[in-house]
């Protein structure tokens, strides 16, 4: 389902192609520059047009990155909140359940557990993101210091589910490292794109309107051709 942004952009340029349309049908259409021509108004809806599509292509591969992030922090069966549960049960097995390990890394597991995750925006925005990238940021130190304090303990940690041995938890903040990092690069991209095609609007707001200007100019106030373009709005 597109955004309401996406519908608004969308609408705009459904109205401009309109405005196109009816610009190609007057007789003797002759603005005072080139830029208000119907040649120079295609190619700008054109353009816009190819930005559509990249900024959509942009929105997927950020939807999917973010995807990718939750179901490894959260919602896989061997997610970082998930494992946290068979650590905390190793080490209670290892040391015993009042010792000070068991309460060093229920503090970790805690802390982890205890950061807000909010849902991703459809529609990311700057301040959200950030929110979002110190969230998954911190359960990611914590977790890296959390292995550290696992490797203190030597081979006095050596649990029986693989999941939980410490090469793989290794392996799994080099994974967590990577889908944040995915998501920020992700994001930049879909940024780009948005503000190239935010300033092509811009453009074509103000064009339009200068077309209409030419075509009131030229035709009058109360003709029918402006009358068919004065009131869509771009």
């Not at 591969?61 to 959260?74: E, P």
């Not at 802390?111 to 909010?118: A, C, N, P, Q, T």
């Not at 793989?168 to 879909?190: E, M, R």
């Amino acid at each position: 389902m597109a955004s309401v942004s996406e519908k608004t952009f969308g609408s705009r340029l459904l109205n401009a192609e309109k405005i196109l349309t009816h610009l190609t049908a007057f007789t003797g259409y002759n603005p005072s520059t080139d830029e208000q021509s119907i040649s120079n108004y295609e190619t700008l809806i054109a353009t816009i047009k190819v930005q559509n599509n990249e900024a959509a292509s942009k929105i997927q591969a950020y939807s999917a990155a973010v995807d990718i992030r939750q179901k490894l922090f959260q919602k896989n069966s061997d997610s970082l909140n998930k494992i946290m549960t068979p650590i905390g049960a190793a080490i209670r097995s290892a040391f015993g359940k009042t010792s000070k390990e068991a309460a060093d890394i229920a503090s970790l597991v805690t802390k982890v557990r205890g950061i807000s995750i909010k849902k991703d925006s459809k529609e990311p925005n700057a301040d959200t993101v950030s929110q979002s990238e110190r969230s998954y940021g911190s359960m990611t130190q914590t977790f890296a210091d959390m292995i550290a304090t696992l490797e203190n303990y030597g081979a006095s940690y050596n649990p029986a589910n693989d999941i939980v041995k410490l090469p793989q938890l290794k392996d799994k903040l080099i994974t967590l490292t990577s889908a944040n990092t995915a998501v920020t690069v992700a994001y930049g991209a879909l940024k780009e794109k948005r503000d190239d095609r935010s300033d092509l609007y811009k453009q074509l707001t103000d064009i339009t309107q200068r077309i209409k200007d030419a075509v009131k100019s030229q035709y009058g106030n109360t003709s029918t051709e402006y009358v068919l373009i004065k009131g869509l709005k771009v």
